[in-house]
């Protein structure tokens, strides 16, 4: 019957709208203030989008960098893992996230070598937009900015050489892919 068949067809429909879609997206950013030099890294995200909103979970991977102080070299290692509140408002996304990881320095200089860890822990805002190509790519850039309430510092010897500043950025791209046939919950 037609009246049977109208309501089951708006009932799926509305289910849809309200499921989980899941993307990953891999890409690079530039980070300043996180490491003694500017520090590309290599970024990868699982989200899961429910509406306006998603929850994602992130890793990124810095590549290792070397500054030249007056009294030797410091060499940096840095990865950190992020949890993701974002909104979404046609192409653009706001996103607070909490981010957390581990930043290992090695100082050589004339008297010997030093090695340290520090926890690095930050909270901060990403701002950005999805360029959608089709229904399962889409490109995203975006810019953060993080506040570290604890600060990190390096030493040769026992000189201290570099300390992290409070407030830190990154700018970035990813390649978005999407799941779920590629069909944005709305």
Not at 66 to 89: D, E, I, K, Q
Not at 99 to 118: C, D, K, M, V
Not at 170 to 183: A, E, L, N, S
């Amino acid at each position: 019957m037609p009246g049977t068949q109208g309501p089951r067809h708006h009932r799926r429909e509305g289910a849809h709208r309200d499921s989980v879609v899941w993307a990953s997206s891999v890409g690079g950013a530039m980070a300043i203030g996180v490491a003694p030099s500017v520090d590309p890294a290599l970024d990868l995200r699982v989200t899961a989008r429910k509406g306006w909103w998603s929850l994602g979970l992130e890793g990124r991977l810095f590549a290792p960098t070397t500054t030249t102080v007056s009294s030797g070299n410091v060499r940096t290692r840095l990865s950190t893992l992020s949890a993701a509140f974002c909104t979404y408002h046609a192409i653009a996304l706001l996103c607070a996230f909490g981010e957390a990881g581990g930043l290992r320095g090695t100082g050589t200089s004339a008297p010997g070598t030093r090695e340290g860890f520090s926890l690095r822990l930050a909270l901060g805002l990403r701002a950005g937009i999805e360029w959608r190509l089709g229904s399962v790519f889409g490109i995203q850039p975006y810019i953060e900015g993080a506040l570290s309430p604890v600060q990190t510092t390096l030493y040769l010897g026992r000189e201290p050489v570099w300390t992290s500043p409070v407030v830190q950025g990154t700018i970035g791209i990813d390649w978005v892919t999407h799941f779920g046939g590629g069909k944005t919950a709305r």
